[in-house]
C-alpha cells in the first residue's frame, strides 16, 4: 500500500485525477473516493484529516456521494501525505478515475452483503430461541432449559457483534479518538451494553444483572440497521450516480491509425491532437473531433440531453463521451483531454456534487450536540431508573441509544439534491450550484434574452401573398428551386419551409445585393423567374411589412411575396406558456430594436419585452426587480448576459452560451431546449417539499421517540427498527426526485 501511495507523488499520476485551481498559480484540485464513510461525522472527519497537512486548502467532502475535492500545492504536499493522513483517521481513499473500475465499491457492496446475511440468519435463530421466553407462563420452563437458551443465543449473538457490528465500532472508535461523538457512537454503546449486560446475565443468572438478556434485540437492532444501509447504499448509488455514468462512458482504449494505414488497438491516453481514430459500433469516442469517413449516428443523450439518434457524416463534429450506434467512423481527433466538452461537463457536475446546501450545513453542524445530548440522556435515564431495578435501568439506556436518528436529520437535504441534480443530469440539465436549486424553488420571476435564447440565428417564413390564381405550395416551390443556389439567410429559410418536391433550377445567376435568377423547371414547364428584392423583380409598391421580404416574379410580373420573421427557438412558446401557468412572471430583455423586441414577445406571449437594452440596462432592471421583493431568474447564451446572470437569484444558460456566461450560471440546459426551463422551476419546488418532508420526518420522529425510550415505553428491538426504518424513509422519500420530465 505504501508503495502504492508513493506511486502516486508521479506527476504522471496525479495529472489524471488532477487539474489546474482557477485563480491559484501552482495549485491543482483533485478528487478522491473516500472508503469507510457512513454518517456526517465521517465527513467531518475526513475533512480534519486532510484539512490539517501542510499546502493543503478548501477540502471538501460529500458524505453522500462518499467524494472528497481537495486544492493543494504540489510544491508543499504530494498525494502520498494525503493517503497517509487518511489512514491514520481510519479511512482509506482512491482516486476519482480509479472509481471508473468500481472495485472499491463492489467489495464494500459485498462485505456489507455478507455482514447482513450474517445478521439475519443469527437473528432468525435467536428469535426462535427466544419466542419461549415471551409466551410461556410462570413456571413453564425450567431453570436449566432457560439457561441452555440463554447459551446458544449468546454463541449465535457472537458472529453478529464481532462481524456484523465491526463498522459501527470501527466507526465509533475513530470518532471516540479524534473527540468527536459521530453518528456510530450510541449504536456502538447500545449494541456493547445490550451485549455486556446480556453476556452477565447469562454467565451468573443470580447475579445482579438478573436473568433477563436482550439478544434478541441486539441481532434483530444490527439486522435491522444493516438492511437500512444496505438500501439506502442502493438507492444512493442509483440517485447520485449521474457523475459516475459520464465517467463510465470514456474509453480504455481506441483503434488509431498508424503510418502504413492500418489501425492498431492503442490506450486512449496515449492519444495525441491530429490523431486520427477508428470508433466501432458500441463504442465511446475517446475525444472531440470531426468525421473524417463514414456514415452513422451517435447517442448523446447523457452529454446534451437529445434524446434522438443524430445522424454524423464526414465534416460533422462528435464529441467525448457519446456513443457510436451503427458503423464504424474515421475521426480526427481535435480537443483531448480537459479541453473536450465532455471534461467541462464532468467538472461542472463533479464541483456540483461535492457543494452542501446551507440547509445540509446546518444539519451537521446541529448532529454533534444532538449525539452528545443522546449519550448524556442516555446516562441520566439510566441512573433514574437505577434505585427501581437495574436490569430495567439498562433497558432504557440501550432503547434511548439506538432510537436517536440523527442520520436522518443529515441525509435529509443531501439525499434529496443529489437525487434531483442526477435526474436533472440525465435530462442535459447540468448543476454547476447545488445551493441553486433551494433559490429556484422560489423564483417568481424569469428574464429571458432574445437573440440566442429564444431565437436561432436564421429566420423562417412567417407569410406568403400569391398573384390570382397561383397556390401558395406552388408559388414557394418555384422559388425553392432558386433559393437553393443561394447562401443568404432568407434562402435558406426559403429552402427549409419548402422541402424538396422535384422543382430543379438551370442557368442561375446570382445578382450580388439584389437576388438570384434563372430557368425553372417544374415537371413539363419550364419558367424564367427572378427572386429577390422588389426593385430586382419589378414590384412597384411592396405591401409594408414587419419583417424582411423577398419577392418572385416572372415573365408577366410580380408572382408571390415572402415574409420572414425571426426564427424561434422549439419550444419557446410552449414554454413561456407552461411558465405562465406556474404563476411566473416573463419578461425580455434584448439590446436588439425595440419594435423586433414587441414582436417577439407578441409572438411568443410574453407582455413585457423591452428592446435596446445595454447590458448595465439589463442588470439595472434586474436589480430594480429584485429590490421590489422578487426572486428573478435569468435565462440567456451570450457574452453580455454575464453581468445579469452573475447577479440574478437563479441563472440558466443556454448549451451553446458563451464560456463567461456559463461560468456566471447556476444551470446549463444542453441542447437549448426550452421546455427544460419551467421544468427545472417544477422540479426545483418538488426538491423544496421533499426537504421540508425529510427535515419534519426527521424532528418528529426524534422529539416523539426519544422521550418513549427514556420513560421505558420502547423496547431495544422497537427502538432499533424505529432507527433503521427512519434513515431508509428519507432516502427512499429523496428518491422519487430521480424522475424528471425535461420536456420536449
Keep these: 500500500m505504501q508503495s502504492n501511495w508513493i506511486a502516486l507523488d508521479d506527476a504522471r499520476e496525479w495529472e489524471v485525477f488532477s487539474r489546474p485551481l482557477a485563480g491559484r498559480e501552482g495549485w491543482r484540485e483533485s478528487w478522491l473516493a473516500i472508503e469507510g464513510m457512513h454518517c456526517a461525522g465521517c465527513t467531518l472527519a475526513v475533512e480534519d484529516a486532510l484539512g490539517r497537512l501542510p499546502g493543503v486548502e478548501g477540502v471538501r467532502v460529500n458524505g453522500a456521494a462518499r467524494t472528497a475535492r481537495i486544492a493543494w500545492s504540489p510544491a508543499c504536499v504530494l498525494p502520498s501525505r494525503w493517503m497517509q493522513a487518511l489512514d491514520a483517521a481510519g479511512y482509506g481513499a482512491v482516486p476519482a478515475p480509479d472509481l471508473l473500475l468500481a472495485a472499491p465499491r463492489g467489495q464494500a457492496q459485498r462485505v456489507l452483503l455478507w455482514?447482513?446475511?450474517?445478521?439475519?440468519?443469527?437473528?432468525?435463530?435467536?428469535?426462535?430461541?427466544?419466542?419461549?421466553?415471551?409466551?410461556?407462563?410462570?413456571?413453564?420452563?425450567t431453570p436449566d432449559i432457560a439457561g441452555l437458551l440463554a447459551w446458544a443465543s449468546w454463541v449465535l449473538t457472537l458472529p453478529v457483534v464481532l462481524f456484523s457490528c465491526r463498522p459501527f465500532f470501527s466507526a465509533a472508535w475513530r470518532d471516540m479518538r479524534s473527540g468527536r461523538v459521530g453518528m456510530d457512537v450510541p449504536v456502538a454503546l447500545g449494541v456493547a451494553v445490550a451485549f455486556g449486560a446480556s453476556t452477565m446475565a447469562t454467565f451468573d443468572p443470580a447475579g445482579p444483572w438478573g436473568r433477563e438478556v436482550w439478544f434478541d434485540s441486539v441481532t434483530m437492532f444490527v439486522f435491522f440497521l444493516l438492511s437500512g444501509r444496505l438500501l439506502e447504499q442502493r438507492l444512493r448509488d442509483r440517485t447520485a450516480g449521474a457523475l459516475e455514468a459520464l465517467m463510465r462512458r470514456m474509453p480504455q482504449s481506441v483503434e488509431r491509425r498508424m503510418a502504413d494505414g492500418s489501425f492498431e488497438r492503442v490506450a486512449a491516453r496515449r492519444l495525441a491532437i491530429g490523431d486520427v481514430v477508428r470508433v466501432l459500433p458500441g463504442e465511446a469516442f475517446p475525444a472531440d473531433g470531426v468525421v473524417a469517413e463514414g456514415e452513422s449516428q451517435v447517442d448523446e443523450a447523457l452529454l446534451t440531453g437529445e434524446s434522438q439518434p443524430l445522424a454524423r457524416r464526414p465534416g460533422?463534429?462528435?464529441?467525448?463521451?457519446?456513443?457510436?450506434?451503427?458503423?464504424?467512423?474515421?475521426?480526427?481527433?481535435?480537443?483531448?483531454?480537459?479541453?473536450?466538452?465532455?471534461?467541462?461537463?464532468?467538472?461542472?457536475?463533479?464541483?456540483?456534487?461535492?457543494?452542501?446546501?446551507?440547509?445540509?450545513?446546518l444539519a451537521d453542524r446541529i448532529a454533534g450536540p444532538f449525539l452528545l445530548g443522546v449519550v448524556v440522556a442516555a446516562f441520566a435515564a439510566a441512573a433514574w431508573w437505577w434505585p427501581v431495578d437495574p436490569a430495567r435501568a439498562l433497558a432504557v439506556a440501550i432503547a434511548v441509544l439506538i432510537v436517536t436518528c440523527p442520520c436522518a436529520l443529515s441525509l435529509a437535504t443531501p439525499a434529496a439534491t443529489l437525487a434531483a441534480a442526477g435526474a436533472l443530469a440525465r435530462r442535459g440539465v447540468l448543476v454547476r450550484r447545488l445551493g441553486a436549486l433551494e433559490a429556484c424553488a422560489s423564483i417568481d420571476t424569469v428574464i429571458f434574452d432574445k437573440t440566442g435564447t429564444l431565437t436561432q440565428a436564421g429566420m423562417a417564413l412567417s407569410a406568403t401573398r400569391c398573384r390570382d390564381g397561383i397556390d401558395a405550395a406552388r408559388a414557394l416551390a418555384l422559388a425553392a428551386a432558386l433559393a437553393r443556389h443561394s447562401l443568404h439567410p432568407v434562402s435558406r429559410a426559403i429552402v427549409d419551409a419548402a422541402g424538396d418536391d422535384g422543382a430543379r433550377a438551370e442557368n442561375v445567376e446570382e445578382v450580388a445585393g439584389q437576388g438570384v435568377q434563372g430557368t425553372v423547371v417544374d415537371g413539363a414547364s419550364r419558367h424564367l423567374l427572378k427572386l429577390g428584392s422588389a426593385a430586382f423583380c419589378g414590384v412597384p409598391q411592396p405591401q409594408a411589412a414587419d419583417g424582411p421580404q423577398v419577392h418572385l416574379a416572372d415573365d408577366a410580373g410580380w408572382l408571390a411575396s415572402f415574409g420572414f420573421e425571426e426564427a424561434l427557438q422549439p419550444g419557446a412558446a410552449a414554454a413561456v406558456d407552461a411558465l405562465r401557468a406556474g404563476g411566473v412572471r416573463v419578461e425580455l430583455l434584448s439590446g436588439d430594436r425595440p419594435q423586433a423586441a414587441a414582436q417577439l414577445g407578441r409572438r411568443i406571449g410574453i407582455a413585457d419585452a423591452r428592446g435596446g437594452c445595454l447590458p448595465q440596462d439589463k442588470l439595472a432592471h434586474l436589480r430594480a426587480a429584485q429590490a421590489r421583493g422578487h426572486r428573478v431568474a435569468m435565462v440567456g447564451d451570450g457574452f453580455n448576459d454575464a453581468p445579469v446572470l452573475a447577479s440574478a437569484d437563479v441563472s440558466i444558460a443556454m448549451g451553446h452560451a458563451v464560456p463567461l456566461a456559463q461560468a456566471k450560471c447556476d444551470f446549463i440546459v444542453q441542447g437549448s431546449r426550452l421546455a427544460a426551463v419551467p421544468a427545472l422551476l417544477r422540479h426545483a419546488r418538488r426538491v423544496r417539499a421533499v426537504v421540508r418532508q425529510n427535515l419534519a420526518w426527521a424532528a418528529a420522529y426524534n422529539i416523539v421517540c426519544v422521550p418513549l425510550a427514556a420513560l421505558g415505553a420502547m423496547p431495544p428491538w422497537l427502538a432499533g427498527l424505529g432507527m433503521a426504518a427512519s434513515s431508509l424513509l428519507v432516502v427512499a422519500n429523496s428518491a422519487r426526485l430521480a424522475s424528471f420530465e425535461a420536456g420536449a
Design 316 to 361: 460533422d463534429e462528435v464529441i467525448a463521451g457519446s456513443h457510436n450506434l451503427r458503423t464504424p467512423l474515421v475521426v480526427h481527433v481535435e480537443r483531448l483531454g480537459a479541453q473536450t466538452r465532455y471534461a467541462e461537463i464532468v467538472a461542472l457536475m463533479e464541483r456540483a456534487s461535492l457543494e452542501k446546501p446551507r440547509a445540509a450545513q
Design 115 to 141: 455482514r447482513w446475511l450474517v445478521a439475519g440468519f443469527c437473528m432468525m435463530q435467536v428469535m426462535m430461541y427466544a419466542v419461549p421466553a415471551y409466551v410461556a407462563q410462570p413456571g413453564d420452563i
